[in-house]
Each structure stands twice: as C-alpha cells, then as structure tokens.
C-alpha cells in the first residue's frame, strides 16, 4: 500500500440534496463505470438524480477538487439503517487507504445523527474463478476489517441483475457506527430484505425476485444474526 504523500491532502465531503456540477457528475460517473460491471450499477443519471433529490447522500473523497473516491447511501424508511449502494476509488489511487478514510468520515457524521449502522452488499465469492474469488474475498476482509460482520441470510439473498434479466448472488454485511451495536432487535430478514428492495429496486420484476428470495428462507421470522462464515 503507498499511503497518502504529505502534500496529498484528502478532503471527505458530505453532499445532500445539492446541484452537482457538471465536473462531479463526470467524475462519480467514471470511477463507478471503472469499479462496478453493468449488472450491479444503476445508470448514472438515475445515481446522480437521487442525489441531487435528496433521497440519498454522496460522499467524496477528494485531493484538490479531483475526487479519488465516493460513496452513496439511502437511508431505509422508519430505520435509523442506511444501505451503503456503493463504495468506489478510482483506480489508479487503489490501495492508498482511502475507501477507509471514507468510511471513518461517515460513521462520525452518522453518529452524529444517531444512526445504527450501514448495511452492505459485497458480491458472494462462491462459484467464481479463482482470481475473481480471491479479489471478492479480498474486499470482504477490507470491510471486517473496519468492523463490519455477515449476515447470516442462509445463502438466500439476491440482488436484480441491473443489466438484463436474471439475479446475482450477493452477501449482505453491518457495519455498526458504534462497536458492537447489533441490528434492531424488532427487524428480521424478511423485514431487512423488504426494505432494500422497497428503497432501491422497485417494479414488479423485482418484487418478484424479492417473494422468491423471502420464500427460500428457512425461517423468514427469524432475528437478523450476525457472524463471519455461513
């Protein structure tokens, strides 16, 4: 890793319900065009608009007005939950330290505002080539790393391919803003699946999608667990 040189300074910016230029827009497109494929990224004037109306915060991660790094987040109705729908750096300024500055700078700020935690999603490593596996699993530790755990969702959930038709197998993790704070108690996985899919894909496709995942839960009562391996 070569970490930040002394004159690099990195400013993290909170940005809500704000006019974006036409620079930043051209920006947060290209490094999420660069780290997300097709079927796990939103078009970017759609990324842009809930922006831009509030519905979701951006933060950047910026070193004298070009910015290396971002991330979007939705806060998920009647929660104090936010789902993190993207954590992204550009790539040339990879493994300097940056996606977990970002992510300091938010559990400070969301503290502030008494939040709970983030959730996530993280691509599953299972039935990937080698490579691919070992780059999922890689991203899966930077985020234990700064605290977060999996939810034991039993193999179930999926996300819409955003792309073309089918799903993808993806894993849900917490990242709690104070240590060791859990889910809410009063939340179970048919509760936290409805809630992603209610906030960010929407349509009757997806609704079915999300009775399917629901349907393969052994028991879609259950408390939200939390653990490292499934």
């Known amino acids: 890793m070569n970490p930040l040189e002394a004159n690099e300074l990195l400013e993290v910016k909170k940005w809500t319900d704000q006019v974006l230029s036409d620079e930043v827009r051209k920006q947060i497109c290209q490094i999420a065009e660069e780290s997300f494929p097709p079927e796990e990224r939103e078009p970017c004037q759609t990324l842009i608009k809930s922006i831009q109306d509030g519905r979701s915060i951006l933060y950047t991660a910026s070193v004298k007005n070009a910015i290396w790094g971002f991330t979007k987040l939705t806060l998920l109705k009647k929660t104090n939950i936010y ?38 999603e993280v691509e599953s490593p299972e039935e990937k080539s080698r490579g691919e596996k070992e780059i999922r699993q890689r991203r899966i530790r930077f985020y234990q790393r700064n605290g977060a755990q999996m939810v034991l969702d039993h193999g179930t959930y999926r996300m819409p391919n955003l792309a073309g038709e089918g799903s993808l197998p993806m894993r849900l993790m917490w990242l709690p803003i104070e240590a060791g704070s859990n889910p809410p108690s009063n939340l179970n996985l048919t509760d936290l699946f409805t809630l992603i899919f209610t906030e960010t894909y929407v349509g009757k496709k997806n609704e079915a999608l999300l009775q399917s995942i629901i349907g393969k839960l052994p028991n879609p009562d259950a408390p939200i667990e939390l653990g490292v391996n499934q």
């Open 83 to 120: 789902l993190m729908e993207y954590l992204a750096v550009e790539k040339s300024s990879r493994n300097r330290g940056i996606g977990g500055r970002i992510l300091q700078f938010i559990k400070k700020d969301l503290r502030i505002g008494k939040a709970a935690g983030l959730l996530l």
